[in-house]
């Protein structure tokens, strides 16, 4: 399974990035997107890291340093490289976990989407809780990858991860998920403010045809759209 993200320059758990990849390598090969900038501040820091140059990014969200890449771009990675195979998008500050099972998500990556839950915790990740407000990493095969849309969604902003299962469901393509401890979040404040929050729920709304919703609402009908659409394996 070949990995993809795009690791931040900064996070606001300093060495936290750092831990997480180094579970993701143990499973397979990381690629990261990057812009070009930032690829020379991260280069060294994660030398087994191949890092993908792009200007594929939402730099005018925020503050000029932080280079958001398009989800769009990580997505078709494997396609513009001739990689055929099963992939995983995973946020950089996911570890995964050692119940993390490549075959049984294998068996399901081949019929459509396998997408993940993070189960979070501050210290003690025994007692970590599944979180279900989010999704941080989804596992599919490159077959089904060119039926996306373009959005102007981007890692590391909000929506994505609600609205690209939708978009390959919108497809045809069959959702499936795990309820056990695949992979691990520790805790930290938001990366992101309600202005952001605000703009990518509108614009979300635009995308699934229901420009009357508000980002609260728009977010409650995707979940609950998501919830009855997923097949548990």
């Given at each position: ?70 989800v769009n ?113 520790k805790k ?46």
């Amino acid at each position: 399974m070949l990995f993809i993200t795009s690791i931040s320059p900064k996070h606001i758990i300093e060495g936290r990035q750092a831990e997480c990849v180094e579970t993701i390598l143990q499973k397979g090969d990381l690629h990261s997107l990057n812009h070009p900038d930032e690829i020379e501040i991260l280069k060294d820091l994660y030398p087994k890291v191949k890092f993908v140059p792009t200007y594929s990014t939402q730099k005018h969200l925020r503050e000029k340093y932080k280079y958001y890449v398009r989800v769009n771009a990580l997505f078709n990675h494997p396609l513009n490289i001739g990689y055929k195979g099963d992939v995983c998008i995973i946020n950089s500050d996911i570890e995964i976990g050692e119940k993390f099972d490549t075959g049984k998500i294998a068996t399901k990556t081949g019929q459509g989407l396998v997408y993940l839950h993070r189960h979070d915790y501050e210290e003690n990740k025994e007692r970590a809780q599944r979180y279900t407000m989010g999704i941080d990493a989804m596992c599919i095969h490159t077959e089904f990858i060119d039926c996306l849309p373009q959005v102007m969604h981007c890692l590391g902003q909000t929506y994505w991860d609600i609205l690209f299962p939708y978009l390959f469901w919108k497809e045809g393509i069959k959702l499936f998920t795990v309820t056990e401890p695949y992979i691990y979040h520790k805790k930290h404040h938001i990366q992101y403010n309600s202005k952001d929050w605000e703009y990518w729920g509108k614009h979300t709304a635009q995308v699934v045809g229901r420009d009357n919703h508000r980002p609260a609402e728009i977010s409650t009908w995707l979940y609950k759209l998501l919830e009855t659409s997923t097949t548990i394996i």
